[in-house]
């Protein structure tokens, strides 16, 4: 069966960094894009970004643009988001789905911005 | 880019039916059949409803369906029961050259 699991979030100060995680199983993951969403605390869900089954073509939203950046390892079956320049308005759970319709999410991991 | 508007909460008694709007602009459910929606109840990750503003991934069961008129996708939940009480959110692909997909703001079911 399908799985995503995410890793990597954690406390860090205003203006750190953080590189999250997503380590997937149970499917060919060098068929699909992948995507990170995240969900603020009590707030909805916003997309973040995703890149292609190849990694030669990445969308971000504005609000990541510059600071974050997307990739994927398709021998180690692995997604990442390296988070640069990390502000409070970061602060969120932070999902990968499979494909751009999100038909597979991992369980999420919480990244806290906080001096 | 905007979020799609969604009702904040919408409510009804076990047996009953509900529907929950996604109203966008020309721009992104008014010009895509890429619209879906997605279940979370508390606490835990959302999981795919309907997808394609229509279609029903497996296991998902028929008591869901959806469509689209103009600028506003639907979900309608029949036969309601005690566990479709959760957020729902809409997603619509969208024409925007930065950012591709757009959320709904979530609609919280609370089964009476």
């Known amino acids: 069966q399908v799985q995503l699991v995410e890793s990597g979030g954690g406390l860090v100060k205003p203006g750190g960094s953080l590189r999250l995680s997503c380590a997937a199983s149970g499917f060919t993951f060098s068929d699909y894009y992948m995507s990170w969403i995240r969900q603020a605390p009590g707030k909805g869900l916003e997309w973040v970004s995703y890149i292609s089954s190849s990694g030669s073509t990445i969308y971000y939203a504005d609000s990541v643009k510059g600071r974050f950046t997307i990739s994927r390892d398709n021998a180690k079956n692995s997604l990442y988001l390296q988070m640069n320049s990390l502000r409070a308005e970061d602060t969120a759970v932070y999902y990968c789905?499979?494909?751009?319709?999100?038909?597979?999410w991992g369980q999420g991991t919480l990244v806290t911005v906080s001096s | 880019q905007s979020a799609l508007t969604q009702p904040p909460s919408v409510s009804g008694s076990p047996g009953q039916s509900v529907t929950i709007s996604c109203t966008g602009t020309s721009s992104d459910v008014g010009s895509y059949n890429r619209v879906s929606w997605y279940q979370q109840p508390p606490g835990t990750a959302p999981k795919l409803m309907i997808y394609e503003v229509s279609n029903r991934p497996s296991g998902v069961p028929d008591r869901f369906s959806g469509s689209k008129s103009g600028n506003t996708a639907s979900l309608t939940i029949s036969g309601l029961q005690a566990e479709d009480e959760a957020d729902y959110y809409c997603?619509?692909?969208?024409?925007?050259?930065?950012?591709?997909?757009?959320f709904g703001g979530g609609t919280k079911l609370t089964v009476l």
């Open positions: 789905a499979r494909d751009t319709l999100f038909d597979y």
């Open positions: 997603s619509s692909y969208t024409s925007s050259s930065t950012s591709p997909v757009v």
